[in-house]
């Protein structure tokens, strides 16, 4: 049996790095991506090859840009599974914030998921199925202070998640969100001691979430629950 194909963009690190490890597990093979740490997508996908004898190719380039998301899909001839994970992260008051930093966390969290979902969509369509999972955050449906342009990212993200679904559905192509809480990742390390159990002291499941679990709703919604579509899922230990 052939091997399915999925891309998951942001993969270095963290949840994206977790949803590459459970993918290849379950025989895909990989196209992943990041801006900065190339050195430890390479080493991550040399690691995949070796485990699980998949193919795993790299891509190293700034998916908000429009031009570096065709880049990427320039060798890419079929394709099952887009996970749109790349996102960044700001901190602070939005009367601080410069045009250029709003600019580019819309750019990073939102744009490069159409760029990527829309040049995925005729290779999905070709075969008359396929699955796109976003990865969002709780601050989208919420709304975070001091997280103004991240939670509007996320917000547009669902949106997006939810509208795309009822154009795709026709044929047989997924489309879904996974909202995440508390993390246990590098964007969140950002918090002090402090500020992180207050927020643990909030949540009913009493710890953060591991990005392995994030991952584990990933695949499932990847390999199966083909009725589920435009929705976004939360997970969040009950915290929200």
């Not at 930093?101 to 199925?129: D, G, H, Q």
Request: hydrophobic share 40%; charged share 20%.
């Amino acid at each position: 049996m052939k091997n399915k194909h999925a891309i998951i963009t942001g993969a270095s690190r963290g949840i994206g790095r977790a949803i590459a490890e459970k993918l290849a597990g379950r025989g895909y093979n990989l196209t992943i991506t990041c801006i900065n740490n190339v050195d430890k997508l390479n080493e991550l996908a040399g690691q995949l090859r070796e485990a699980y004898k998949i193919t795993c190719r790299t891509f190293a380039g700034d998916l908000s840009d429009p031009s570096q998301a065709d880049r990427l899909f320039e060798d890419v001839k079929e394709l099952d599974v887009l996970v749109n994970n790349a996102g960044i992260s700001y901190v602070g008051l939005i009367q601080d914030m410069t045009v250029e930093e709003w600019n580019r966390v819309i750019s990073t969290n939102l744009s490069s998921a159409f760029y990527c979902s829309r040049l995925s969509i005729p290779l999905m369509l070709s075969k008359k199925n396929g699955c796109i999972i976003n990865i969002s955050s709780v601050w989208g449906e919420h709304g975070a202070s001091t997280e103004v342009a991240y939670s509007a990212s996320k917000g547009g993200l669902n949106a997006f998640t939810r509208a795309l679904a009822r154009e795709l559905a026709p044929s047989n192509i997924r489309v879904n969100a996974v909202a995440c809480g508390m993390i246990d990742t590098d964007m969140n390390r950002i918090f002090d001691s402090d500020d992180i159990s207050s927020i643990i002291e909030e949540i009913p499941a009493g710890r953060m979430g591991r990005p392995e679990e994030v991952a584990d709703l990933v695949c499932g919604l990847c390999m199966g629950h083909s009725y589920i579509t435009g929705q976004v899922i939360t997970l969040d230990g009950g915290w929200m």
